[in-house]
């Protein structure tokens, strides 16, 4: 979990790294840095559900990382996103689907179902199956875990990191809270109004 002033220390990592001290520059970092922990939480959370290993310590580590590399580009370019690292998420479990992870972040439950439809068409694999854990996190976040049940076999058939469904639930369970811990971090409420 991040401390306060954790991204203040980053930026200041990245503005000595780049050698980049102006007030733009260190405001760029700032916001490059924000910008690059959400992107990386959003990241690691997904590749953990996806690829499997520890989702909550995925997104922990996707976030610093992001972070650090955010504070470099907003200290060099003036707030401008890491590219590069919305690339590599994008092309592990398909744009559509890091994008509605995004929407997801913001609350924005139709994009986000939108898009994990339109993920859940890809032809790779891991993308399609991205959009499937999607869609069952922006229900379970309204707090339909009912509808993302409906999702299970889906999910149990076709991710084989999945054990059972008890498992499927734990981990849908602790996508949702890592979710909601990311808009904390990010001061956004944790839950969406109105859900």
């Known amino acids: 979990m991040?401390?306060?002033?954790?991204?203040?220390?980053?930026?200041?990592?990245?503005?000595?790294?780049?050698?980049?001290a102006g007030p733009k520059s260190a405001e760029g970092a700032k916001q490059g840095a924000a910008s690059g922990a959400v992107g990386g939480a959003v990241g690691g959370l997904v590749s953990g559900l996806i690829f499997g290993g520890d989702a909550l310590g995925g997104a922990a580590a996707g976030a610093a990382i992001g972070a650090a590399s955010g504070a470099a580009a907003g200290a060099?370019?003036?707030?401008?996103?890491?590219?590069?690292?919305?690339?590599?998420?994008?092309?592990?479990?398909?744009e559509d689907n890091?994008?509605?992870?995004?929407?997801?972040?913001?609350?924005?439950?139709?994009?986000?179902?939108?898009?994990?439809?339109?993920?859940?068409?890809?032809?790779?694999?891991?993308?399609?199956?991205?959009?499937?854990?999607?869609?069952?996190?922006?229900?379970?976040?309204?707090?339909?875990y009912d509808k993302a049940a409906t999702l299970y076999p889906t999910l149990e058939r076709d991710d084989p990191v999945l054990l059972?469904?008890?498992?499927?639930?734990r981990k849908l369970k602790d996508a949702v809270r890592k979710l909601r811990t990311i808009r904390t971090?990010?001061?956004?409420?944790?839950q969406c109004s109105g859900r």
């Open 2 to 20: 991040r401390r306060p002033g954790q991204f203040a220390a980053i930026a200041l990592i990245a503005l000595l790294a780049t050698g980049c």
């Open 164 to 169: 059972d469904r008890s498992d499927t639930e």
């Open 76 to 94: 060099a370019s003036g707030a401008r996103v890491d590219q590069q690292q919305s690339q590599r998420y994008a092309s592990e479990f398909g």
């Open 185 to 190: 971090e990010e001061n956004l409420a944790p």
């Open 98 to 144: 890091y994008n509605g992870f995004l929407a997801l972040v913001a609350c924005d439950y139709d994009r986000a179902l939108a898009l994990a439809t339109k993920g859940q068409q890809d032809q790779n694999r891991n993308h399609a199956l991205s959009g499937v854990w999607l869609e069952a996190i922006a229900y379970a976040d309204q707090n339909n």
